[in-house]
């Protein structure tokens, strides 16, 4: 009876240790699902719905890691227990979470060359038709106004995007405040585009590169936590097999 306990008592402290692991992956996808649901929010509203994939994928791995860290609970409850039942429905439950987090990872990095070509015009044109101004209360002016001043950049492609826009056309101005170095400054009157006044280069390559980083580290999160949880989904199965 010693030499058959031996290592099935083995298995079941490398489950365990297992078990934490997954927990552990299940925290990381709740980490990555904050971010990605706070990013997501704000680069949608400047960017539309063409970058909302980065939400919903987000909400994704919230849940999923929420899911995760139950399911360890579970699978070490099983292994405490030897319940073959709890341990077949664990490992059911991690296939189908695993399954969903490479199937994320997937969708991420397929839908960032899409956002890069597509994007581009669509916020180009709701720019120009949708921006009202600096001290505007809507939410989409104030979002480009914290963009523009945090990224150092003005309009999408650059301050000319402004012309011939609605807010030009409202205003008077050829530019918001938002575009300038030092806002408040006399200098800063909505006509004079020197380099020393305004930003002159436009804010989407900015905005492109903090997506193409927030797609990644979605995509990279994913499939690093299945890499974790794939040997305790082995491991489980096959104290699965032996309880048998």
Not at 201 to 225: N, V
Not at 234 to 240: G, I, K, N, Q, Y
Request: charged share 10%; net charge positive; hydrophobic share 45%.
């Amino acid at each position: 009876m010693a030499e058959i306990h031996t290592p099935y008592a083995s298995l079941k402290k490398l489950l365990s240790l297992l078990n934490g692991f997954v927990a552990m992956s299940g925290i990381i996808l709740v980490g990555l699902g904050i971010g990605g649901k706070c990013g997501g929010a704000s680069l949608t509203s400047v960017l539309g719905l063409s970058s909302a994939y980065l939400l919903h994928v987000g909400n994704l791995c919230l849940v999923m890691g929420c899911v995760t860290v139950l399911l360890s609970c579970a699978g070490w409850y099983g292994v405490t227990k030897e319940s073959r039942g709890m341990l077949l429905f664990c490992i059911l439950s991690m296939v189908i979470v695993l399954i969903v987090e490479v199937t994320a990872a997937t969708v991420v990095l397929l839908f960032f060359p899409i956002v890069r070509d597509v994007v581009l015009e669509h916020t180009f044109v709701t720019l120009r038709n949708n921006y009202r101004g600096y001290n505007e209360p809507d939410d989409y002016s104030t979002q480009w106004n914290l963009v523009m001043e945090k990224l150092k950049c003005c309009g999408v492609n650059n301050y000319t995007d402004f012309s011939g826009s609605s807010f030009e056309m409202t205003t008077g101005h050829t530019y918001p405040r938002g575009c300038c170095k030092s806002i408040g400054t006399v200098t800063c009157d909505g006509r004079n585009v020197s380099t020393n006044v305004i930003h002159q280069k436009g804010c989407f390559h900015k905005l492109l590169k903090i997506t193409k980083t927030q797609s990644f580290t979605l995509s990279g999160g994913s499939l690093g936590a299945a890499a974790i949880q794939l040997p305790g989904i082995l491991a489980t199965l096959l104290l699965f097999i032996k309880l048998g």
